[in-house]
């Protein structure tokens, strides 16, 4: 099972990416002037079966996932 974990900042991204329960990578980026864009970026190719935010961002996670 792979799972990403993203923590949403107002200056940086953090991004762990487990496959089961493992840490297979992790990511540190800045959050640009458009956080969903960069942390789609970031996990593509990752295809997660489950995703979970935290940090102050993480609502704009949860709005947008899905949606586009």
Do not use: C, F, K
């Amino acid at each position: 099972m792979r799972q990403i974990g993203v923590d949403i900042g107002s200056r940086s991204i953090e991004i762990v990416i487990m496959e089961n329960g493992q840490v297979v990578d992790n990511i540190l980026s800045d959050t640009g002037h458009e956080p969903m864009t960069q942390i789609r970026r970031l996990v593509s190719g990752h295809a997660p079966e489950n995703i979970m935010a935290t940090g102050y961002g993480r609502h704009l996670l949860e709005v947008q996932w899905n949606t586009h």
